[in-house]
């Protein structure tokens, strides 16, 4: 799909990941200036390593734990040239995250308060900190878009079962998370109206990233589509969310989920 994106700077936060990468793929393909940031390591090397020689790409190190450098980041794109009209809020502990690093998925009854905090932190309070520096550094100075990222876990509940024997588990503050973010959405889309700003959000279904065969019949049983997405798939409705053709929606959730929600 080519959807123009010349003339949108767009910011993403965690984009080293599976589908930030795709992400980024798709809006330099599409025209766009993008700034990528995600945590100093090997995700964000390979993001350099692949982009880094697109004029068109920038790259910060941003820890979203760290409110006094989510404060100043705008500021620092700035000082750059660089003024993202576009957020992307799309950083998270994922069980993608917490699978390659080879943590354990502790039962509900033995999550720790450390690991939901840390994963609400993350995934809700520092999404609310990029919000609250958009709001101070760019929006009313020119038109913008933010676009926060939920999941098919936000508002549909899991079906734990097809979790048995995976080496990976739905989490609960995840889910809880993804929920409240679109709480955030719907608060800010109203609140930025006047000022030029839209606020959207997103929630992906679920993306193959080399789940075995059983698991995918497992998730795939539950899809009306019958099958995990390709990340471009999610991609493709992201480049058009970031576009001008996006221009007249605000305080929406997409579901891009092959139907996994419309049963
Ligand atoms: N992949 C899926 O199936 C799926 C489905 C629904 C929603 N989502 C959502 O899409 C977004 C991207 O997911 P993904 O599949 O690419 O996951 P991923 O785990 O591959 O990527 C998440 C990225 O966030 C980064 N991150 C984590 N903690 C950070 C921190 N403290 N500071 C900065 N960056 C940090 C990670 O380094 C990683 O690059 C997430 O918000 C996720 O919840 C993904």
Redesign the pocket.
Known sequence: MTVALNGQTIFI????????TAYVNAMLENGATVIG???P?H?ADAMKERFGANPNFAYYD????DEDAIVGIFQKMAADGLNPNVVLN?????G??LMGAGKPFPDFANTSISDWEKTLR?NLT?PFLIARQMDRDIVGKYPAKLIN????YALNGPHHQIYEGMPFKSFSAYSTT?AGIHGLTLWLAGYWAKRDCTVNTI?????F?GHSDEFQRRVGELIMAGRMADPKEIADVMIFLCSENARYMTGQLVNVDGGFSGW
């Open positions: 936060t965690g984009s080293g990941g599976v589908l930030g940031s995600d945590l390591g995700r941003l820890d979203m734990g799309n950083a998270a502990i994922t993608e995250l993350i520092a990222v939920a999941s098919m993804k929630a992906p279904g679920a993306v990233n």
